[in-house]
């Protein structure tokens, strides 16, 4: 059947101008998904983004029009991402973009986002440099800048009582960018408590040329009270298992790159992280942060991982703009909209979107998003301003230790 507007009898649309990417859920209106589709931690921010997709069409869509999901697959790759983000860009209808999920990808796809007049929603983008680019307002971050994620690595290594550390660092605007901050806040805090040396070592690698046990060595023989891997899982998991075979295991920091479920199963020995402390943007804390794991669990009979909450948050704040614009289905008037997905007079959470479009129902030009990762207010760059979580890795688990500010405080509240 058709309405003779391109519309099937249960009320969908179909999604022009696909070729790499494919439609993953029918909808009337649609967004599009660009990850890295083979990552584990992907496939769970993929999750995410369908349980997100599922309470807001079951409580009535947009205007009791169902949203539908484009998926493509970046395969973590900037020559790629920028293809797909392209493809989307040119897709019709498809009102914007939860993605892209690395930093150097969501830099690499500027010009293409700009192009396709469609924003960008990226729930693990995570490099400074993102925050200064020209971007004609159409790139935006559920997750935090490493401004604060290396501030509070450089706290967590002084209270440690940590002077020297080596810092094996993938050579991407998001490694680069995460060993600038650490390397200026670790001289800055030491300098500022006194009695600290506060050097540190650099370690480069790329992904096509890791060698892992010379790394290993290289640090190794300068003596490090502890080693910071700005890696991504299966380099971290193959710097990691070097050290271990050569005897050797060092006081670990890690960063958001290889929280992984698998992390420990890859690096193949149960010891050689234990008692390892990271960072990762979004603490796990709060009601609302609850009601979404608990909704994941029994969707996917898994648990979430730190960017399941912020894929999660970006689907729900990219549905409320498109609610919001006079046009859901127009990219520029949905990147408009995303300002007043906050500071409304009406607040809603995850799974409360019933609550949401009784209100734009009614009139409100203006809704509060808290979401399960914060309360996901964007500031004038598309940039939140969130908590870090502190974590462990205990009995070859992850362990939440503590909560940060990105002021380097205890968190009083999410």
């Not at 604060?148 to 960018?177: C, D, M």
């Not at 890696?231 to 271990?244: H, R, S």
Request: aromatic content about 8%.
């Amino acid at each position: 059947c058709d309405d003779g507007d391109g519309n099937g009898g249960d009320g969908t649309r179909s999604v022009s101008g696909l070729e790499a990417c494919t439609l993953r859920l029918p909808g009337y209106h649609s967004i599009g998904y660009a990850l890295k589709g083979t990552s584990e931690k992907a496939e769970l921010v993929r999750k995410a983004v369908i349980l997100a997709l599922t309470e807001i069409n079951d409580a009535g869509g947009i205007a009791g029009r169902s949203v539908g999901l484009v998926e493509c697959d970046t395969e973590g790759n900037p020559a790629v991402a920028v293809e797909v983000i392209s493809e989307l860009g040119a897709a019709a209808p498809l009102s914007g973009i939860v993605g892209t999920g690395a930093s150097s990808t969501m830099v690499a796809v500027l010009e293409a986002a700009i192009a396709g007049a469609r924003p960008l929603l990226s729930p693990a983008a995570t490099s400074p440099e993102i925050t200064g680019l020209q971007d004609d307002g159409y790139l935006f971050r559920t997750a935090v800048s490493d401004d604060f994620q290396g501030n509070i690595l450089a706290r967590i290594a002084i209270r440690e009582g940590i002077e020297r550390v080596t810092i094996i660092f993938v050579k991407n605007s998001w490694g680069e960018g995460l060993r600038e901050v650490f390397d200026a806040r670790f001289g800055e805090v030491w300098e500022t408590v006194g009695g600290g040396t506060a050097e540190t070592q650099h370690l480069g690698y790329t992904t096509e040329t890791l060698d892992a046990e010379g790394l290993v060595g290289q640090a190794r023989a300068w003596a490090p009270d502890a080693v910071l891997l700005i890696a991504q899982e299966d380099e971290g998991a193959a710097l990691v298992k070097a050290a271990a075979n050569a005897g050797w295991q060092p006081r670990w920091l890690l960063t958001d790159g290889v929280k992984s479920p698998n992390l420990v199963e890859k690096v193949g020995a149960p010891d050689a992280l234990e008692g390892a402390l990271g960072t990762a943007p979004a603490a796990p804390l709060g009601a609302e942060y609850e009601t979404f794991e608990a909704a994941f669990q029994t969707a996917w009979g898994e648990a979430p991982f730190t960017f399941s909450a912020t894929g999660y948050d970006a689907a729900y704040l990219l549905v409320t703009a498109m609610a919001l614009a006079a046009d859901p289905d127009d990219g520029s008037l949905v990147r408009d909209a995303l300002a007043v997905t906050s500071g409304g007079d009406t607040t809603f959470g995850p799974g409360e979107w019933a609550t949401a479009a009784a209100a734009i129902a009614a009139g409100a030009t203006a809704l509060d998003y808290r979401g399960a990762s914060g309360d996901v207010d964007f500031d004038g760059n598309g940039d939140v301003q969130g908590n870090i979580e502190e974590w462990a890795i205990r009995d070859g688990g992850f362990v939440t230790e503590g909560c940060w500010t990105p002021a380097g405080d205890p968190c009083t509240t999410r």
